[in-house]
């Protein structure tokens, strides 16, 4: 599904090069959430935005299911980023309406099948009481579930997010964890995140692309990069703790 091939990430302009990933090789297949692991500062949504083609690559390839034009990535990826929508007057059914866009003809009318796809995304997502809302009167997690059903309404079959639990509490940042794995395992989407959420990550992911830091990355299954030390390696800090078994980081 999503492929990427010796990809180099970072920053540049005319005379320096900040390279934060040297080169990066991983695939994220339908039914798959994978999941983008890091402390501050190691480039994760930084990765994640030149793959959604928002940043440009210093090296390398990005492909959606084949090589494809820039016109075309709207019809294979969605994305959701922390930026807020600015619209806050609009009705939460008409923000996921948004998401039919790539879709629809020059004047934007939604057919029947559209309104469909609208109705299985809103349901999903369980806002279907929200829908009259207006944007501006929503709950950190109430905005976020509608941000994923208007992703969800564009009907790729990638998604992309960037730290889709900030700013939410722990009971949200759960519910949030949840929805995206039954949209992976349950509705054959690949999902690629980025968190700072490592526990939540390591008991849903069935992939994670854990950066170290150091312009490397360590990709694996949460068993493997447990196991391998890898996890506890790269949060390793004084007073802190990595239970292996619970899966858990600890106060010492």
């Not at 807020?84 to 057919?111: M, N, Q």
Request: hydrophobic share 40%; charged share 25%; glycine share 6%.
């Amino acid at each position: 599904m999503l492929e990427i091939t010796n990809l180099q990430t970072g920053f540049q302009n005319k005379k320096d090069k900040t390279i934060l990933l040297e080169s990066i090789n991983f695939q994220v297949a339908k039914g798959e959430l994978c999941i983008i692991l890091g402390r501050n500062g190691t480039g994760k949504t930084t990765l994640l935005r030149t793959i959604a083609g928002l940043h440009p690559a210093l090296n390398g390839e990005v492909i959606i299911e084949s090589k494809n034009s820039e016109k075309q990535y709207s019809k294979k990826m969605a994305v959701v980023t922390t930026e807020r929508f600015r619209l806050s007057y609009f009705s939460v059914e008409d923000v996921i309406a948004l998401g039919r866009h790539p879709h629809t003809g020059y004047f934007g009318k939604l057919e029947e099948s559209d309104k469909t796809i609208i109705q299985k995304s809103i349901e999903l997502t369980n806002v279907n009481s929200l829908i009259h809302k207006p944007l501006g009167e929503l709950s950190d997690g109430e905005y976020q579930k509608v941000m994923i059903a208007r992703a969800l309404a564009q009907d790729t079959p990638l998604l992309l997010l960037d730290e889709p639990t900030a700013h939410l509490d722990l009971v949200n940042r759960i519910a949030i964890f949840q929805l995206l794995k039954k949209i992976s395992s349950k509705n054959n989407k690949a999902v690629l995140c980025t968190t700072h959420e490592v526990e939540l990550a390591l008991q849903t992911a069935d992939k994670i692309v854990l950066l170290d830091g150091q312009g490397k990355a360590h990709i694996g299954t949460p068993t493997d990069l447990i196991e391998q030390g890898h996890i506890e390696n790269a949060y390793a800090a004084e007073g802190i703790y990595f239970d292996k078994k619970l899966k858990q980081f600890l106060v010492l």
